[in-house]
């Protein structure tokens, strides 16, 4: 966003109280923040009655061993079972937990009943081949039914899942695998998107190749394509699954066993196996779909328009939906195919009550035009979430307008793929809502925002975003590395948790979010690591070295801009070069990491000590004049590097 947006932001004087008659009937009301403020602990006590426990816990929270957290001491459940047969039992089997809706028309209601029968049965498929408590479960799958399936046949196992979204390369499938002992990896042989059957399989076996320590690849027939097939490794789903029992017993395991892994793009070059346990993750997800999103499960129909191989898809369409017996939309497909109505077509064909989508998509809405879905009755919607980047207020208004009818709630919800869970976002039936904020911390989340001597800052005041005490679903650790856990998240202030966010507090007190502090860049909501993409270019034979920075996107929110210096020998291929490196970089982490543009550059801007001043580089991505650049080691670098644009623009398009 550019910083005279952000500024209007901070000076945004309209707000939205609820709608009277949700706030008459909400879930959760203010009194909730006073209650957690008297006794936080207490409080989490309370919210993980949502629980079942096969055995209760004894105490809420041990901290002795800061900052490794112990949540639900001693407290016994399993994530499945809490997720499935427990509604089963209490007479929900009927309820329907997703409505799957896939671009290619292909369209299935799964029960409660029927989704527990089919993990019991992927759960004994995966002891058959030899799964068990403990062992790591890799997923590329496509949004579809047997991706949570998949989930929590392995959670009913204690095997944690780690799941890779299908964009990623197989190097990416590759590092992942091997960084948490990956031996058994599900995968499908495509799937269906614009149109297209696009193939999974063989991204999987580019990637297990090199993975001497995975024993078996499941595979899911989804569209019926020719596939390689491995007779010492490939299976198909439906041969080691389909012939199960629906029955399975399923085992009980400790609150603080590990649920899932899921990596994230870091400050450094190699992503971040982000961990998270299993009471304190199921609470805080129930906890806060509950409270954030006022679910009544018995009424309404939620669709959380992301993809599950983010952690917004985890926590917000399968554990916390599935533990609250929530009955969600599940959509295989873009938003754009087979029209650009798609997403309202969606919603009033299931009568959609709760949306919960990013920012970029909603941008992207108002670029085609408020005449789509205008053409679709919206009516059953009656709130909308944002998560993933911060919203613009004018796309706040747009989709409040046009999407809500005016008369739905926004909440803008702030986490992090390490929080787990919602932590700062208005209370739908108790906040009155500002276009482009936050709001507050949850009932149970302490929030600050420190300055660079870590004091809190006073209204109107901007720093550093941080939590001040544990809460329930945060990560326990990074898998293999608790040094750098350590070191990214509870040293930059010690004893909180450092969020790699800025944020500003109004007069009011209430959190403006305003983007990261470190090298991490946020591409339509997907987090990229500008390291990382730096050392994809420079493994390229011809580049010599690279800077990558984030450049304001009025679409995406930022968009990826690097700037390459070449080799001798590889001087002079023009526009071959920036293809190619664009597409090395697209093989190396997946397309989803392509720069925009690639910049072929003379020298780069370095300080003595020789650091790359990234933000002179951003002020030529985003077309400024380069600021002060007193500091550099050559001065005339900068005169040089425009020269060299102006003369030939290299943009890889
Ligand atoms: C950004 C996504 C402003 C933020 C759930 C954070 C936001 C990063 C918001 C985490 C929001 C997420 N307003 N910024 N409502 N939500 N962010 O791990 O920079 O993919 O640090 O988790 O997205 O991205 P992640």
Redesign the pocket.
């Known amino acids: 966003m550019s910083n005279a947006e952000l500024s209007n932001m901070l000076h945004e004087t309209r707000s939205f109280e609820p709608p009277a008659e949700l706030a008459a009937h909400a879930n959760l009301t203010a009194e909730a923040y006073a209650e957690a403020k008297e006794d936080r602990l207490a409080f989490w006590g309370k919210q993980a009655e949502r629980i079942t426990w096969a055995e209760p816990f004894t105490e809420v929270l041990d901290w002795s061993d800061a900052p490794h957290s112990k949540w639900y001491v001693g407290g016994k459940l399993n994530a499945a079972y809490n997720c499935l047969d427990r509604h089963v039992e209490n007479g929900l089997g009927d309820r329907v937990a997703y409505h799957f809706e896939a671009e290619n028309g292909d369209q299935r209601d799964i029960t409660y009943a029927e989704l527990l029968a089919q993990v019991c049965q992927a759960a004994n498929g995966l002891i058959e081949l030899g799964v068990k408590t403990g062992d790591r479960v890799a997923i590329y799958m496509p949004m579809i039914p047997e991706t949570v399936v998949a989930m929590l046949a392995c959670a009913r196992l204690g095997a944690p899942h780690t799941v890779i979204f299908a964009g990623f390369s197989a190097q990416s499938i590759e590092d992942r695998v091997k960084d948490c002992g990956v031996e058994v990896v599900i995968t499908a042989d495509g799937a269906n998107r614009r149109g297209k059957a696009s193939a999974l399989k063989p991204t999987v076996d580019e990637a297990v190749a090199k993975c001497p320590g995975v024993r078996h690849v499941l595979v899911v027939k989804r569209t019926g394509q020719d596939v390689a097939w491995n007779d010492d490794l490939d299976l198909w789903w439906s041969d080691v699954v389909e012939h199960q029992s629906t029955e399975h017993q399923c085992e009980f395991f400790d609150a603080e066993h590990p649920l899932y892994i899921m990596y994230?793009s870091g400050t450094t070059g190699k992503p971040k196996g982000v961990l998270h346990t299993t009471g304190g993750y199921l609470v805080g997800v129930s906890y806060t779909h509950w409270a954030v999103f006022d679910l009544k499960a018995d009424q309404d129909v939620f669709w959380t328009a992301a993809d599950i191989g983010?952690?917004?898809g985890h926590s917000y369409i399968v554990y916390g939906p599935l533990a609250n017996a929530t009955t969600s939309v599940l959509y295989e497909g873009t938003p754009d195919t087979p029209h650009q109505g798609r997403w309202w077509e969606i919603i009033s064909k299931y009568q959609v009550n709760i949306l919960y989508c990013a920012p970029t998509a909603i941008r992207t809405f108002m670029k085609w035009g408020r005449q789509i879905p205008e053409k679709f009755d919206l009516s059953s919607l009656r709130l909308i979430g944002?998560?993933?980047?911060?919203?613009n207020p004018e796309a706040y208004m747009w989709y409040r307008e046009v999407i809500g009818g005016n008369n739905c709630p926004v909440v803008?919800?702030?986490?992090?793929?390490?929080?787990g869970m919602i932590l700062?976002?208005p209370l739908p039936g108790v906040t009155a809502g500002k276009p482009g904020s936050?709001m507050t911390p949850l009932p149970g989340v302490t929030a600050a925002i420190y300055n660079e001597a870590g004091e809190p800052v006073d209204k109107g005041g901007a720093g550093y975003l941080v939590i001040t005490e544990p809460w329930p679903a945060m990560l326990r650790t990074l898998w293999g590395d608790d040094d750098r856990y350590q070191n990214t998240y509870w040293s930059r202030f010690p004893g909180v948790y450092f969020?790699?966010?800025s944020a500003k507090l109004d007069e009011d007190g209430d959190y403006w979010?305003?983007?990261?502090v470190d090298d991490?860049i946020?591409v339509s909501?997907?987090?990229m690591s500008t390291t990382e993409i730096e050392s994809a270019l420079v493994s390229h034979p011809m580049v010599a070295e690279a800077a990558v920075v984030g450049a304001a996107d009025a679409m995406t929110g930022q968009s990826i801009e690097a700037f390459v210096i070449l080799r001798e020998s590889a001087k002079g291929g023009g526009d071959d070069v920036v293809a190619e490196l664009r597409n090395h970089v697209a093989k190396v982490i997946g397309s989803i990491a392509k720069p925009r543009s690639i910049m072929v550059v003379p020298d780069l801007p370095k300080t003595r000590s020789g650091k790359i001043m990234r933000r002179l580089l951003k002020d030529v991505a985003e077309d400024r004049e380069p600021g002060d650049s007193t500091t550099l080691a050559d001065s005339s670098v900068m005169d040089l590097i425009q020269e060299n644009l102006s003369s030939k623009p290299s943009d890889g398009g």
Request: aromatic share 10%.
């Open positions: 994230s983010w952690v917004t944002s998560v993933g980047e911060p919203i803008d919800t702030w986490w992090q793929t390490e929080n700062i976002s936050a969020s790699g966010d979010l305003m983007g990261r991490v946020n909501g997907h987090r």
